[in-house]
């Protein structure tokens, strides 16, 4: 309609109405591209929220993820510590004591990540989505340093744990598991974390097999050795997670507390 408009006005040399026609197409080809622009950037602050509030909650539980991860590993070291000094004949330790101790030392804690939203962003480029740089920056931190994965991998592959179980007859390590190893507890439940290996707990075995297995201990010629690298390990990669991370803990602080 407009361009038979135009046409028309130029046959009859309306020059004033062939403006008029003109800044009609020029304001109406403007306003279509103001919509287009803000219907745009509308469906971008709709995703950026969406994908905000799930990175929220993805390392909320990251968080938690890390904190007991901390308290875990610090009840394992002071199982470690407790077994090295009784097997090094420093402290005195009954048999049973020995065997929880030196079992709970072996002991290493693997979770499910929670990095879908993450990677998402990471796949299709989105990442500046993310407009607050904490949540960002603590994301992007957390997912690539790989402090947590070399907690499993060393604690998987800790040689003082494989020299454990070979030295254990296999109902004796059934027995430990039963009754003394990890405790469950719900994610995002901040106190159940506290002393989820390290609670009192008594074997249902005779005592002749308890005194036996923990002879099979002291009598293990590299045991004290293999349990002072545990320990060097368990040392290094707590350093990492409270001390080297401390802006990874931080930002998983401010956001756990709704700090954002």
């Not at 991860?69 to 394992?76: H, P, R």
């Not at 199982?79 to 005195?92: H, M």
């Not at 320990?231 to 602080?253: C, E, K, M, P, Y």
Request: with cysteine; hydrophobic share 40%.
């Amino acid at each position: 309609m407009i361009l038979r408009r135009v046409i028309e006005h130029v046959r009859q040399q309306q020059w004033t109405a062939v403006g008029i026609d003109f800044c009609i197409v020029v304001v109406g080809v403007f306003i279509g591209i103001q919509v287009s622009n803000w219907n745009d950037e509308r469906e971008t602050d709709r995703q950026a929220e969406q994908f905000t509030e799930h990175l929220k909650g993805d390392l909320r539980e990251e968080a938690w993820g890390y904190q007991f991860l901390i308290e875990y590993n610090l009840d394992v070291l002071a199982a470690s510590e407790t077994a090295v000094n009784a097997l090094a004949g420093k402290v005195p330790l009954a048999d049973e004591a020995l065997l929880v101790s030196a079992y709970r030392a072996t002991q290493y804690k693997q979770r499910t990540r929670r990095r879908a939203t993450y990677d998402e962003l990471i796949s299709t480029g989105a990442i500046g989505l993310i407009r607050n740089q904490t949540l960002r920056d603590t994301a992007m931190r957390i997912y690539n340093v790989p402090t947590i994965e070399n907690i499993v991998r060393e604690g998987a592959q800790s040689r003082y744990r494989e020299a454990f179980r070979m030295s254990m007859h296999n109902d004796v390590q059934r027995a430990l598991n039963r009754d003394c190893g990890d405790r469950f507890v719900e994610i995002g439940d901040y106190s159940g974390i506290t002393d989820t290996i390290n609670f009192p707990c008594k074997l249902d075995l005779p005592q002749v097999q308890i005194t036996e297995a923990a002879n099979a201990l002291r009598n293990h010629a590299a045991l004290v050795q293999l349990l002072r690298l545990r320990i060097a390990d368990l040392d290094t990669r707590l350093h990492d997670l409270t001390v080297n991370n401390r802006g990874i803990v931080r930002g998983l602080q401010d956001i756990a507390g709704e700090g954002l």
